[in-house]
């Protein structure tokens, strides 16, 4: 990429709050359903049906707000976004417009070791749309998610790289999981994004034509797409062409082509003809209800402080442990069982996710925490060896759980403790390597790790605490 120009990015991600039922009326928001199944004359638009706020949608939005350090509006307003699509059968889409629910807030990102704090603009409730699902000769309207509950939420045009997009996304990914309020899943599209990308010489403060690339639902292709996109303005602008190729409109990533596509010129506000809905009252937030939002579980930044100052665990490997729920839940459940948090890092984040590939994961291993920490506890209790624990741990992962004990006996891995069979093996290693006893005795102390080799290699199930103290006496 050229060094003399730079990127400015901007982000809005839409996430799919995760209530039981809809945003303005009770027909479930639940995944998968037959088409059309899951709807009312509210959420098909009919003449007559009036929409009802669902609080749990304000809750998780405050929920949210509080997580970002933002101002929450005590009072804000619903507005009637108009545009004319299939999938939206009123023919607008109730969201905020003038005063969103959660203000100003930001969040901080960390990348090589460096941090960069992202503002938030503001985050705001609406509705989604219906899907249009076009085949051959026909186009169809599946209007399930029709009125599910949406919170976009914008960010100021802060990031300058693609990897910062990519971190930023990540956090606010690992924020809206660890406060439970959406699955955030990307395939599903409860968690999408639209990049907005310009490009400037370094140096100059003007901000250019922005364009919009929407609906990206993987971080690989927000990545790529924002790369692209970055060297297609520069390109132009070094050929000379930048007024008349690059101008503010809407483009599509091709994932199999890897690039942008044109797709419509991008609407000003003012093409949307936002008025407020007259059918909903302000969204007036009383103290109670304010209290309940506000109250939030620790989020991955506190949880990786924790996790260095009181844990003693390595910064690098808080920030993994707390990249994710999932990982996050697993570590603290191994806790529970009282393994020591270096043990379970170790075992958790090297060895399991080591293990893990082809799309299997935390929740598809089979490997619950209390079963990594019975195994842990087997190592302890000198059950068996740390090497042979990770071969357990193999068939474990391939069978997707299993019985440890019987697996340690079955693959003829059980520990020798008893100290008559363990010096006899050392005595034959020292045995059959005189040369190197007399080597290692005039000062070539690396052959220690030799022996030890030899004696594991010839005893199948020594502990290696223990053959380590008989051979430092043997070799005195
Ligand atoms: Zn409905």
């Not at 520069?234 to 008349?244: C, F, M, P, T, V």
């Not at 809407?250 to 093409?271: N, Q």
């Not at 624990?389 to 068939?395: N, R, S």
């Amino acid at each position: 990429m050229n060094n003399a120009f730079e990127t400015i990015i901007g982000l809005e991600v839409h996430v799919q709050l995760n209530t039981n039922t809809k945003i303005f009326c009770s027909c479930a928001t639940s995944f998968g359903d037959e088409p059309n199944k899951n709807v009312c004359p509210t959420c098909l638009g009919l003449p007559g049906a009036l929409p009802v706020l669902n609080k749990e949608v304000v809750k998780k939005a405050i929920a949210f707000g509080t997580a970002i350090n933002a101002t929450i509006n005590q009072n804000s307003i619903f507005a009637r976004k108009n545009y004319f699509y299939p999938d939206l059968p009123k023919a607008y889409q109730i969201s905020q417009f003038e005063i969103p629910i959660v203000g100003k807030g930001y969040i901080e990102i960390s990348l090589n070791g460096e941090k960069k704090t992202i503002g938030i603009t503001r985050a705001h409730m609406e509705e989604d749309a219906g899907k249009n699902i076009h085949d051959a000769n026909v186009s169809k309207v599946d209007l399930n998610r029709a009125c599910t509950p949406l919170l976009e939420i914008v960010s100021e045009p802060d990031m300058r790289s693609s990897d910062e997009a990519v971190a930023y996304l990540k956090k606010l990914h690992s924020i809206v999981r660890f406060l439970e309020i959406s699955d955030a899943n990307m395939q599903e599209g409860s968690f999408r994004c639209d990049a907005n990308v310009s490009i400037r010489p370094k140096g100059d403060t003007k901000l250019y034509t922005r364009v919009e690339i929407k609906n990206l639902n993987s971080f690989k292709f927000i990545q790529k797409a924002i790369e692209y996109e970055t060297q297609r303005q520069i390109d132009a602008w070094e050929s000379g062409k930048y007024d008349l190729e690059i101008i503010q409109e809407t483009r599509l990533f091709d994932t199999s082509k890897g690039i942008t596509r044109s797709m419509r010129g991008k609407e000003e506000a003012a093409d949307y003809r936002y008025f407020p809905d007259p059918d909903l009252l302000p969204v007036y937030i009383d103290e109670e209800l304010m209290e309940e939002g506000r109250k939030i579980p620790e989020m991955p930044d506190e949880k990786r402080a924790r996790y260095v100052s009181t844990l003693g665990i390595k910064e690098e490997d808080a920030q993994t442990l707390t990249s994710s729920l999932e990982l996050a839940t697993f570590f603290e459940k191994m806790l529970a069982q009282n393994i020591n948090p270096k043990a379970c890092v170790t075992w958790l984040i090297v060895e399991l996710q080591g293990l893990l590939k082809d799309g299997n994961t935390l929740q598809t291993c089979g490997i619950t925490p209390e079963l990594l920490s019975t195994l842990i506890k087997r190592i302890e209790d000198n059950k068996v060896s740390g090497r042979d624990a990770k071969d357990v741990l193999k068939v474990l992962v391939k069978e997707k759980g299993g019985d440890i004990d019987l697996l340690i006996d079955s693959m003829g891995l059980a520990q020798i403790n008893d100290d008559g069979a363990l010096l006899s093996t050392i005595e034959a290693v020292l045995n059959a390597n005189q040369d190197k006893v007399e080597e290692f005795k005039s000062g070539k102390e690396k052959l220690f790790g030799f022996f030890v080799g030899q004696v594991m290699k010839n005893i199948k199930g020594a502990n290696p605490a223990r053959v380590n103290e008989l051979l430092k006496e043997k070799l005195k």
